[in-house]
T-cell receptor, first 118, second 115 residues
Framework: AQKITQTQPGMFVQEKEAVTLDCTYD???????LFWYKQPSSGEMIFLIY??????QNATEGRYSLNFQKARKSANLVISASQLGDSAMYFC???????????????FGTGTRLKVLA | DAGVIQSPRHEVTEMGQEVTLRCKPI?????LFWYRQTMMRGLELLIY????????DSGMPEDRFSAKMPNASFSTLKIQPSEPRDSAVYFC?????????????FGSGTRLTVV
């Protein structure tokens, strides 16, 4: 079964430090995509970063990087030099194929609430 | 681009009433998704469309929910009759392709309260 697991309901980090948000996934589909989204208190969902299952290198987008360990089925988000504006809910998500139906499945984790301390 | 546009932003309705949520995807995006977010269940995919055709509606909770996409620039999610347990934030999202490395673009959501 396709599944995304985020085991950290909440995290604190000091401003200007780096923080890692954990995400593990489960899929039997050889081709899949992994995403991270940010949801501030205002409620909108903001796309941060994407990693394809065949990508050889870890994805990076500014202060965001994705630590992709395929054998361990993990796709952790690393935020460097945390800022107060990074305080938000962070969701890991996966797009995978459903072999049975031939459709795509889009699955979100339960999220990690990050609080950046001044 | 104005992004994904959802209306209304907030909806309060009485149990038993019909509710219609609206979404305008980004032009050129072939995929449209409807999600529901609650504290208890997190983000759930209800249904998604490809080129206006419903592909997977296995997430639609029950027959009270229906979704349509009559053209590439408009989709509706209807709940009839509504119940208090339908209270949630409903997001619409669109993307160019399932393997799009830019992810999905979400609308601002509709906060539905059924009393």
């Amino acid at each position: 079964a396709q599944k995304i697991t985020q085991t950290q309901p909440g995290m604190f980090v000091q401003e200007k430090e780096a923080v890692t948000l954990d995400c593990t996934y489960d899929t039997s589909d050889p081709s899949y995509g992994l995403f991270w989204y940010k949801q501030p208190s205002s409620g909108e969902m903001i796309f941060l970063i994407y990693q394809g299952s065949y990508d050889q290198q870890n994805a990076t987008e500014g202060r965001y990087s994705l630590n992709f360990q395929k054998a361990r089925k993990s796709a952790n988000l690393v935020i460097s030099a945390s800022q107060l504006g990074d305080s938000a809910m962070y969701f890991c998500a996966m797009r995978a194929s459903s072999m049975a139906s031939g459709t795509y499945k889009y699955i979100f984790g339960t999220g990690t609430r990050l609080k950046v301390l001044a | 681009d104005a992004g994904v546009i959802q209306s209304p932003r907030h909806e309060v309705t009485e149990m038993g009433q019909e509710v219609t949520l609206r979404c305008k995807p980004i032009s050129g995006h072939d995929y449209l998704f409807w999600y529901r977010q609650t504290m208890m269940r997190g983000l759930e995919l209800l249904i998604y469309f490809n080129n206006n055709v419903p592909i997977d509606d296995s997430g639609m909770p029950e027959d009270r929910f229906s979704a349509k996409m009559p053209n590439a620039s408009f989709s509706t999610l209807k709940i009839q009759p509504s119940e208090p347990r339908d209270s949630a934030v409903y997001f619409c999202a669109s993307s160019r392709a399932p393997s799009d490395s830019y992810g999905y673009t979400f609308g601002s959501g509709t906060r539905l309260t059924v009393v």
